[in-house]
Structures are given as structure tokens and as C-alpha cells.
């Protein structure tokens, strides 16, 4: 069974940083893929960024082009998004998903976690 656990989400100002964790557990070998998304309400599920457990393959999505770093640490079975510049308009809800499909879209990803959620504030 794969568990998928986020972490790191508050109240932060706009223009502040937050870093967001997922922490991956259970016998995954061949999901490769790791990714976020988010999500506001009454909106779909976005595609925020990828990147493969065994390197490199990092992509992000248009909105989040330069203020976002997803990076992984493979000895603690951790990805994390780091998240500069936040603005109001960002979407609340953040996934960590992985799955065996190195895609930008959720049905890509067969494993989800529960979410983590970010508030900013003007």
C-alpha cells in the first residue's frame, strides 16, 4: 500500500516563501513519477510541477515558472516544492501525487495524498 503524506502548508503573507513536503511510503518501485498539483475551489485540479525519483525530468507548469523548485531527497523518500513569491490568486489545496506516468495531467498519477493547504493573505 502507498501512502502519500503532505506536509508544510499555513497562512502566509503575499510575496512570502513556503516549502511544502510529501513523504512517500510503501512499495513503489517502478512509480517513477512524482508531482504536484493544486487545486481552488469549484476549479479542476492543476498541474503544478514533476520530476522522477530516479533524476532529473523536472517540469513545471506555466503559472508557476520561476517561482517554484520541486526537488527530491531520496534517502528520506521525500519531494518538496519550494514556493517563492506567493500570491493571492494561487490556488489553496496542494497535492503530492505519484504514479508510473511521467505526465502533467491527474489521471497520470495513481497515488494522491490528502493535501495540504496554503492560505495567502494580501
Known amino acids: 500500500q502507498v501512502q502519500l503524506v503532505e506536509s508544510g502548508g499555513g497562512l502566509v503573507q503575499a510575496g512570502d516563501s513556503l516549502r511544502l513536503s510529501c513523504v512517500s511510503s510503501?512499495?513503489?518501485?517502478?512509480?517513477?513519477?512524482m508531482g504536484w498539483f493544486r487545486q481552488a475551489p469549484g476549479k479542476e485540479r492543476e498541474f503544478v510541477a514533476r520530476?522522477?525519483?530516479?533524476?532529473?525530468?523536472?517540469v513545471y507548469g506555466d503559472s508557476v515558472k520561476c517561482r517554484f523548485t520541486i526537488s527530491r531527497d531520496n534517502a528520506k523518500n521525500t519531494v518538496y516544492l519550494k514556493m517563492n513569491s506567493l500570491k493571492r490568486e494561487d490556488p489553496d489545496v496542494y497535492y503530492c501525487a505519484r504514479g508510473y506516468r511521467f505526465g502533467w495531467k491527474p489521471n497520470d498519477y495513481t497515488y494522491w495524498g490528502q493535501g495540504t493547504k496554503v492560505t495567502v493573505s494580501s
Open positions: 510503501g512499495r513503489t518501485f517502478s512509480a517513477d513519477a
Open positions: 520530476i522522477r525519483w530516479s533524476g532529473g525530468g523536472t
